[in-house]
């Protein structure tokens, strides 16, 4: 190919559009591999303290708001599928949909964000927090209160595992077994060491919002090279890569929401 028949899209290093595409497309599943390995340790993470201390996790996930939770993961599916439909919308040519349809996904990110703050700022209120920062208090407090009471065993007691609380940390990590762990008296007597439970959800919940103001930064820049009327069904690229990312976040959420709202 000459140098006046080389399109402005296509890299020098490269002979085809094709060729350019096809390791675009290795690079970025390279890319979403790596993700999913780091996301996959957390998931193991969880598995692991939700193994030794499931008492903590049936507890403490009633803290969550599962109608926030809820309509989070309705607004990422819905931006999936703006997403998917923007890239072929970009595929036909099709200028003004595409357009449309990117706004729509940076709203449905957007949207997903809010609802995070506000979500965040609730435990923030009732001292919702990991690590040596959690220290909860009743007041305004009324969502969070356990839905039902934890099952005695036929032995007397909380449902909890026989392993031993996790020894005390440095600076107040993890309570000593002498501190009261009750918000209330009665059945909903609090476990020890609850905030391993906010711990996880913070990371796990803080690198999945992380990832979705990355991937709304990536729609934005290829919202204004739309605009501008870089892609088209010759040149599509950066529209299809940047949704197989958002494809990624959607799905990651798809599993956060179950294994820390719907516990139990």
């Given at each position: ?7 402005p899209?296509?890299q020098?290093h490269?002979e085809?559009?094709e060729?350019?595409f096809d390791?675009?497309?290795l ?15 957390l998931?193991c993470?969880?598995?692991i303290?939700r193994?030794n201390?499931p008492e903590?996790f049936?507890?403490a996930?009633h803290?969550?708001d599962?109608t926030?939770g809820g309509t ?9 599928l703006?997403?998917?439909?923007a890239v072929r919308a ?6 003004k949909l595409?357009?449309?349809?990117l706004?729509?996904?940076?709203l449905g990110?957007?949207?997903f964000?809010g ?5 965040y700022?609730?435990?923030w209120?009732?001292?919702?927090l990991?690590?040596a920062?959690?220290?909860?208090h ?5 969502a969070?209160?356990?839905?039902k009471?934890?099952?005695p065993?036929a032995?007397g ?7 031993p609380?996790?020894a005390?940390?440095p600076?107040?990590?993890v309570?000593?077994a002498s501190a009261d762990?009750?918000l209330?008296e009665?059945?909903?007597?609090r ?8 711990s996880?959800?913070?990371?796990m ?10 991937g709304?930064?990536?729609i ?10 870089h892609?088209?069904?010759?040149y ?8 197989l990312?958002?494809?990624?976040v959607?799905l990651?959420?798809i599993f956060?929401f ?5 516990i139990?």
């Open positions: 190919m000459s140098h006046a028949e080389h399109p899209y296509l020098h490269f085809t559009a060729q350019q390791a675009g497309k690079g970025i599943w390279l890319f979403l591999a790596t993700e999913i390995l780091l996301f996959g340790g998931f993470a969880y598995a303290y193994a201390h903590i049936v507890y996930h803290y969550l599962k926030l989070n993961t309705v607004i990422l599916l819905c931006s999936s703006t997403m998917a439909w970009s595929q036909l040519g099709q200028r595409l357009v449309l349809l706004v729509l996904t940076l990110g957007a949207g964000m609802i995070k703050y506000v979500e700022q609730q435990k209120k009732h001292g919702l990991p690590g920062h959690f220290a909860p009743d007041e305004g407090i009324e969070a209160a356990p839905e009471p934890i099952a065993l032995g007691g909380a449902d909890r595992t026989t392993i609380p996790s005390e940390g600076a107040g990590t309570p000593p762990l009750s209330r009665g059945p909903t007597r476990p020890s060491n609850v905030q391993i439970f906010f996880i959800y913070f990371l919940t803080g690198l999945h919002g992380i990832h979705v103001l990355v709304m930064i990536a934005g820049w290829i919202l204004v090279r739309s605009l501008r009327g892609f088209g069904p010759d599509f690229t950066p529209v299809d890569f940047v949704g990312y958002w494809h990624l959607d990651i959420w956060l179950p294994l820390l709202y719907l139990g």
